[in-house]
């Protein structure tokens, strides 16, 4: 592994600073993504444990991806993206900011585990006619323009057999008063205007989104944080976090 | 005992380890077995150890309950210990003024949890070091011997630790396991509480007239408590603690005249005895770490804590600290996380802090207790005493806290695999 900055043309100095500045934050477990890291591993061993026993692999493994192609759509600094090539998939994460890949690519460098990351959009990946075996739309849908077209362009990259992870947050008043008032201003969780509450969904809207594009939901379970100790559970109220697990016949 | 299977070679520079263990002692050894047998993943693990690989000539009994004995277990090491270890099936506990002829026991315990099992066992030092050692051989795990560590760098991704012949070694998480004076743990900024009981523990071997029993006995004594631990045969391992003072002139006296002084303290029950082993002095104190993690560094073992030997709970606090970080490092592993992360290794600290905590309060306060000789002190322990005995209940759960079995333990230590 080398530690000299990566070569680009189409970036100066200045901006290789700023990005490996950002990508010490994104990745600082204690900075302002802390609230991403601490609710890393109960959305990781959701999803390991629904891919291993959806297509027969063991979750013992440390390599337990090997041979699957997933695609991370909206991965942020790759906090999701760089765990999932770990475990042994081919991984491409894609982001339309070009900030959030640049800084993804240079921590994913640093670590040396490779990623493809790609300045794009969904639709687009879609158009070019992607296929993938796992689609993750992680924390995505709530923060994007149409969130049905959305949902038809990740629906048509996934592979028959295939599957796909949404987790969101529910437009409940619960919703409002713990992922707004609370996370943003109540604990600084996230930087105030992170989230409105009128573009959350609700699991029937998912339900729907998905059963027009050809897939059906097969789990769904809502993730809460417990504040003694520190640390977010899978639960069965999905007020307001929770994630859906969709397949699509083979 | 040269091996060729340990390899002296140092890392490969470009390389980054997922672990690397700093401290060959029975924590290291224990910690890299853990991680390296782990079913279904491959941890890249080594071990950094500054001495030469040999067990030193320790001459301490280490007492270890049963949830600690599964984590040996686990990783191979307890067959090999198990025949050389004695079994601890009754503790008799006695608190009198070294001039009474007579002791009456305060406190028998045993028998109340589980008739056929040992409430304890007695293992030596050296056996112990040795199997380890044995086992880290057999699996071939990398340890690096002679090597001392100067430098420990956070480098993003990695952990650089430099060592003294100018190399680097790398890894994305480094357990400082270096003893109580830890190196690593002063590098690493990080801080201590904790003070000199001004005591020191004399530690050997002797074997007496009458078999024991499976008899462990602790008589608090003005000096501090004093320890005779079932071994093989008519043999027990001695903790007798002193005022460090007096300990040095005890230390310093010939055999024949040490044994006198002994035998004055050891009380009558197994009748003669005879020095069987070379004698070692260690000054006692309480040390806590202000933090057992921080990013990319893990504490274990005395490196994090160390209590008054009273309850025998040393290396017993040592293999759980094993137990739970091996299985927050696989379990990170498992999920494609990085085990430096110091999100992961917080779980590893809330986990261990309170149990290492508990134990430092409860062995402090009870050699502050019972170590002055005054007469109301004792009248109030003894009835103290002599309520726990009478109450089954409260019995059963010191004798399965003393087993650390309670809580929620890690999964070695309830005897689960990784």
């Known amino acids: ?250 | 005992m040269t091996d060729k299977s340990i390899r002296q070679a140092h890392a490969d520079p470009g390389k980054v380890h997922d672990v690397v263990i700093v401290g060959g002692g029975p924590a290291g050894l224990a910690l890299a077995l853990a991680l390296h047998m782990a079913p279904g993943v491959e941890v890249d693990v080594a071990v950094v150890e500054r001495g030469n690989g040999e067990p030193p000539n320790d001459p301490r009994g280490w007492a270890i309950a049963e949830g600690p004995r599964r984590v040996l277990d686990a990783v191979g090491a307890w067959v090999d210990v198990a025949t050389r270890s004695g079994e601890v099936r009754e503790m008799v506990i006695s608190d009198t003024p070294l001039g009474d002829a007579v002791r009456p026991s305060l406190l028998n315990l045993g028998g109340t949890d589980n008739e056929h099992d040992p409430v304890a066992w007695i293992v030596p030092a050296g056996a112990l070091h040795g199997a380890l050692l044995m086992r880290a051989r057999e699996t071939g795990i990398a340890v690096h011997t002679g090597t001392s560590v100067t430098g420990f760098e956070q480098a993003g991704a990695y952990a650089s630790l430099a060592t003294a012949s100018g190399g680097f070694i790398k890894a994305r998480l480094v357990v400082a396991a270096d003893g109580v004076r830890s190196p690593l743990r002063s590098m690493a900024g990080i801080r201590t509480v904790g003070w000199d009981y001004g005591q020191t523990g004399i530690v050997t071997t002797v074997s007496h007239q009458f078999p024991h029993e499976g008899r462990a006995f602790q008589h608090f004594l003005p000096g501090g408590p004093f320890a005779l631990l079932p071994l093989p045969g008519n043999r027990s391992s001695v903790v007798w603690t002193e005022e460090s003072g007096k300990a040095k002139r005890l230390l310093a006296l010939d055999d024949l005249s040490f044994m006198a002084e002994f035998a004055l303290r050891a009380g009558p029950e197994l009748g003669d005895f005879a020095l069987e082993g070379p004698r070692g002095g260690f000054p006692l104190n309480l040390l806590i770490a202000r933090k057992f993690a921080v990013q990319r560094l893990a504490l274990i073992g005395d490196a994090a804590h160390r209590v008054h030997p009273l309850a025998g709970q040393g290396l017993n606090l040592g293999l759980k600290d094993v137990a739970a970080l091996a299985e927050i490092i696989v379990d990170s592993l498992r999920l494609g996380i990085d085990p430096g992360a110091v999100t992961q290794l917080e779980q590893y600290e809330r986990w261990r802090r309170f149990d290492v905590f508990q134990m430092a309060v409860a062995t402090d306060g009870i050699n502050r207790l019972f170590s002055p000789d005054i007469a109301p002190l004792r009248v109030l322990r003894d009835i103290g005493m002599g309520l726990v005995d009478r109450s089954g209940l409260l019995k059963t759960w010191i004798l399965r806290e003393a087993a650390g079995v309670t809580g929620s333990a890690p999964k070695l230590v309830q005897g689960l695999p990784l």
């Open chain 1, 1 to 250: 592994m080398t530690k000299a900055a990566p070569q680009r043309t189409t970036i100066d100095d200045a901006e290789v600073a700023r990005f490996s500045a950002l990508s010490r934050e994104w990745w600082n477990p204690a900075g302002k993504f802390r609230v991403l890291h601490k609710f890393n591993p109960v959305r990781l061993a959701y999803i390991r444990d629904h891919v291993c026993s959806h297509f027969g692999h063991s979750p013992q493994s440390s390599k337990p991806f090997e041979g699957l192609r997933i695609l991370d759509i909206g991965c942020g600094g790759g906090l999701i993206a760089e765990p999932m090539a770990r475990l042994g998939a081919e991984v491409v994460a894609a982001d339309a900011s070009r900030t959030n890949i640049e800084v993804a690519k240079i921590h994913a460098e640093e670590s040396g585990v490779p990623v493809d990351y790609r300045e794009t959009t969904a639709e687009a990946l879609a158009e070019a006619g992607e296929q993938f075996d796992i689609v993750l739309n992680l924390e995505v849908v709530e923060h994007v323009a149409d969130v049905n077209l959305f949902m038809e362009a990740c629906c048509a990259m996934v592979k028959p057999g295939g599957l796909m992870f949404v987790a969101t947050i529910n437009r409940t008043p619960k919703a409002f008063a713990l992922a707004i008032v609370g996370a943003e201003y109540v604990l600084g969780w996230l930087p105030k205007g992170t989230h409105s509450w009128d573009k959350f969904v609700t699991p029937a809207e998912l339900d729907e989104a998905l059963a027009g594009n050809g897939m059906h939901r097969i789990d769904q379970t809502g993730v809460f944080y417990n504040v003694l100790m520190d640390q977010w559970r899978p639960a069965r109220d999905m007020d307001v976090n929770y994630m859906i697990l969709a397949a699509k016949p083979a």
